[in-house]
């Protein structure tokens, strides 16, 4: 017994100091695409705690990676927000081909910002340019045979200082560019490359990497040049630094990709208490004035979930926009989507769905993104056939009682002693009914009333689990108004229940669910289709990088310990 005290007092310290470590959140997953396709099921993505590192999706033919790098991995990174490319140009069939894309990745400083549902956002190509004459005129085949290569590996401050030999060779020059890997480069070395003869007889290609810089486009640049060549000493630096200088990129950026919060700066780790984005913006329906992607606001709420609302419902005409939390007392599901539809209702006809309100709610930090926005569905669209619900709201007489009273009962069918009938002869029939809501300790609530001066409809409340991707929408709430008397009945609401249309087709984003901790959780597979968007063009412009660092006990050790402890107690 001591020692399982001593052990829990022990794992308790622990977790207090842990609660205080700064560290950066990055998800981390990963996937390998099969031939012919085009994403894969990022099914198991973890939150990780680093230090001294960035977020990073990575996205190539064959893997989608979601990860962290090192602050030092990049030699001359001017901003960690960032979208970056390595693109092939090749020569064939006597002509320069359009760029193949090798690589994209996205880079981002703050927390939890490689979020996989912004995966369909991101670009597919930067689109590098080289004129192709000039690329010609120095690399491919000459009148002369090419007859020798440089051979060297150098490290140098200026192009000036090169003295590099050279080789026969009757097969393909290379030149490969390091000047921007941090292994290689020192403070005195600006020019950081290696030249070699191939034996074999290749095309010739230039292979680009690119750098756009989303918080700062006039930053943007080249990073380095690979190439192969069948000119004779083609694999010289100087011809590198040219291609360099005349290689340029447009490409096509949703605006999704440039949210970046203001304040970035570190949160606490906190593992008891839910970071959430905090919030509002409102716009007229149907207008975009409202950029809910400057949202900066990060709020830390114990005992809660995180949501996004939609609110049409509470100034007619206008869309209010609030990022939050919302208590997890007062929810049934921890992942979901809710929306709250009415129907006006008349003889043969269901007028189309009118969306008073748009939720998303789910249970890990900052996972009510500002994307997610973008994504939500915008109507569940609940719809019925008049020739299958018609006889539940109107009949050939008017309307002459209605049931008045409220109950909370486990049985739809125990409240007929408790419900009296009374006059309604000017107006009509209302019941508002809930089935397993949480605000009452009962399975089935509602209030029955007769009503005036409203027109015959109903509101219907559903929730889609995103726990559950197999169950349909539930519908939780039913608002009614019918025109027959005494038809404000529970069997009536469950009779149009099983009547109900909804659309429930939903982008897979918004299944993706982290494991948190020790917990698992499936996602269907989230795919990479490109968005279009304004093209940016961005001129080649090289910066430095500057880093800080944190002199905290490393979070992955300190983890390590918590879960150790935490396994011990069992």
Same mark, same amino acid.
């Given at each position: 017994?001591?020692?399982?005290? =001593?052990?829990?007092?022990?794992?308790?310290?622990?977790?207090?100091?842990?609660?205080?470590?700064?560290?950066?959140?990055?998800?981390?997953?990963?996937?390998?695409?099969?031939?012919?396709?085009?994403?894969?099921?990022?099914?198991?993505?973890?939150?990780?705690?680093?230090?001294?590192?960035?977020?990073?999706?990575?996205?190539?033919?064959?893997?989608?990676?979601?990860?962290?790098?090192?602050?030092? =991995?990049?030699?001359?990174?001017?901003?960690?927000?960032?979208?970056?490319?390595?693109?092939?140009?090749?020569?064939?069939?006597?002509?320069?081909?359009?760029?193949?894309?090798?690589?994209?990745?996205?880079?981002?400083?703050?927390?939890?910002?490689?979020?996989?549902?912004?995966?369909?956002?991101?670009?597919?190509?930067?689109?590098?340019?080289?004129?192709?004459?000039?690329?010609?005129?120095?690399?491919?085949?000459?009148?002369?045979?090419?007859?020798?290569?440089?051979?060297?590996?150098?490290?140098?401050?200026?192009?000036?200082?090169?003295?590099?030999?050279?080789?026969?060779?009757?097969?393909?020059?290379?030149?490969?560019?390091?000047?921007?890997? =941090?292994?290689?480069?020192?403070?005195?070395?600006?020019?950081?490359?290696?030249?070699?003869?191939?034996?074999?007889?290749?095309?010739?290609?230039?292979?680009?990497?690119?750098?756009?810089?989303?918080?700062?486009?006039?930053?943007?640049?080249?990073?380095?040049?690979?190439?192969?060549?069948?000119?004779?000493?083609?694999?010289?630096?100087?011809?590198?630094?040219?291609?360099?200088?005349?290689?340029?990129?447009?490409?096509?950026?949703?605006?999704?990709?440039?949210?970046?919060?203001?304040?970035?700066?570190?949160?606490?780790?906190?593992?008891?208490?839910?970071?959430?984005?905090?919030?509002?913006?409102?716009?007229?329906?149907?207008?975009?004035?409202?950029?809910?992607?400057?949202?900066?606001?990060?709020?830390?709420?114990?005992?809660?979930?995180?949501?996004?609302?939609?609110?049409?419902?509470?100034?007619?005409?206008?869309?209010?926009?609030?990022?939050?939390?919302?208590? =997890?007392?007062?929810?049934?599901?921890?992942?979901?989507?809710?929306?709250?539809?009415?129907?006006?209702?008349?003889?043969?006809?269901?007028?189309?769905?009118?969306?008073?309100?748009?939720?998303?709610?789910?249970?890990?930090?900052?996972?009510?993104?500002?994307?997610?926005?973008?994504?939500?569905?915008?109507?569940?669209?609940?719809?019925?056939?008049?020739?299958?619900?018609?006889?539940?709201?109107?009949?050939?007489?008017?309307?002459?009682?209605?049931?008045?009273?409220?109950?909370?009962?486990?049985?739809?069918?125990?409240?007929?002693?408790?419900?009296?009938?009374?006059?309604?002869?000017?107006?009509?029939?209302?019941?508002?009914?809930?089935?397993?809501?949480?605000?009452?300790?009962?399975?089935?609530?509602?209030?029955?009333?007769?009503?005036?001066?409203?027109?015959?409809?109903?509101?219907?409340?559903?929730?889609?689990?995103?726990?559950?991707?197999?169950?349909?929408?539930?519908?939780?709430?039913?608002?009614?108004?019918?025109?027959?008397?005494?038809?404000?009945?529970?069997?009536?609401?469950?009779?149009?229940?099983?009547?109900?249309?909804?659309?429930?087709?939903?982008?897979?984003?918004?299944?993706?669910?982290?494991?948190?901790?020790?917990?698992?959780?499936?996602?269907?597979?989230?795919?990479?289709?490109?968005?279009?968007?304004?093209?940016?063009?961005?001129?080649?412009?090289?910066?430095?990088?500057?880093?800080?660092?944190?002199?905290?006990?490393?979070?992955?050790?300190?983890?390590?310990?918590?879960?150790?402890?935490?396994?011990?107690?069992?």
């Amino acid at each position: 017994m001591f020692t399982k005290c =001593a052990l829990f007092f022990a794992f308790i310290y622990l977790l207090s100091c842990f609660t205080s470590v700064f560290a950066l959140q990055c998800y981390k997953c990963h996937c390998f695409i099969q031939e012919n396709q085009s994403s894969c099921n990022l099914s198991t993505c973890l939150i990780e705690y680093v230090e001294n590192s960035y977020c990073e999706i990575r996205v190539s033919s064959n893997e989608l990676e979601v990860d962290h790098n090192p602050n030092s =991995a990049l030699q001359e990174l001017f901003s960690e927000h960032y979208i970056r490319a390595t693109e092939t140009i090749v020569h064939r069939n006597g002509d320069w081909q359009p760029a193949s894309v090798i690589q994209i990745s996205y880079g981002c400083d703050w927390n939890l910002c490689n979020d996989p549902r912004i995966i369909s956002f991101l670009p597919t190509s930067l689109n590098f340019k080289i004129d192709s004459t000039f690329l010609t005129n120095l690399l491919t085949p000459d009148t002369e045979p090419l007859s020798t290569c440089y051979s060297c590996s150098k490290c140098i401050d200026s192009l000036d200082n090169l003295n590099c030999s050279t080789e026969s060779c009757t097969g393909t020059c290379f030149i490969e560019d390091h000047i921007d890997d =941090a292994s290689v480069n020192t403070d005195d070395c600006k020019f950081a490359f290696e030249t070699s003869c191939v034996s074999d007889v290749l095309d010739s290609s230039v292979e680009v990497t690119g750098t756009y810089y989303i918080s700062d486009q006039s930053q943007s640049s080249v990073n380095t040049i690979d190439i192969y060549c069948r000119r004779t000493n083609c694999n010289n630096p100087r011809i590198a630094e040219q291609i360099r200088g005349n290689t340029s990129f447009t490409t096509t950026i949703n605006d999704i990709m440039t949210f970046r919060p203001s304040n970035i700066s570190v949160l606490p780790l906190n593992i008891t208490n839910l970071q959430c984005y905090h919030c509002d913006c409102q716009q007229l329906v149907n207008e975009t004035t409202c950029n809910i992607l400057q949202c900066n606001a990060v709020e830390v709420v114990n005992g809660s979930y995180c949501e996004i609302l939609r609110d049409f419902a509470e100034i007619p005409g206008t869309e209010n926009i609030h990022l939050g939390h919302v208590g =997890a007392r007062d929810v049934k599901y921890s992942h979901y989507i809710r929306a709250v539809e009415t129907i006006q209702i008349e003889p043969g006809m269901w007028h189309g769905s009118t969306v008073e309100k748009i939720s998303y709610v789910c249970d890990w930090n900052l996972c009510n993104n500002p994307v997610i926005v973008n994504i939500l569905p915008n109507s569940f669209s609940f719809s019925a056939l008049p020739s299958e619900v018609d006889h539940l709201f109107f009949g050939t007489e008017p309307v002459q009682k209605c049931y008045v009273c409220s109950l909370c009962v486990n049985n739809s069918v125990s409240w007929e002693e408790d419900c009296e009938s009374t006059n309604c002869t000017s107006g009509i029939c209302h019941i508002d009914e809930h089935w397993n809501d949480l605000e009452y300790p009962c399975e089935y609530a509602f209030t029955s009333s007769c009503e005036k001066n409203v027109n015959t409809n109903v509101q219907i409340t559903g929730t889609y689990d995103l726990n559950d991707g197999d169950k349909d929408v539930e519908i939780n709430e039913m608002d009614l108004y019918c025109s027959i008397t005494n038809c404000n009945l529970p069997t009536i609401t469950e009779e149009l229940k099983t009547h109900i249309r909804k659309n429930s087709q939903l982008d897979p984003s918004l299944f993706f669910r982290p494991e948190i901790l020790l917990t698992t959780s499936i996602s269907p597979p989230i795919t990479a289709t490109p968005v279009t968007a304004t093209p940016i063009t961005a001129t080649p412009i090289t910066a430095p990088i500057t880093s800080s660092s944190v002199t905290t006990m490393p979070t992955s050790a300190m983890y390590a310990i918590l879960l150790t402890v935490m396994i011990t107690l069992k």
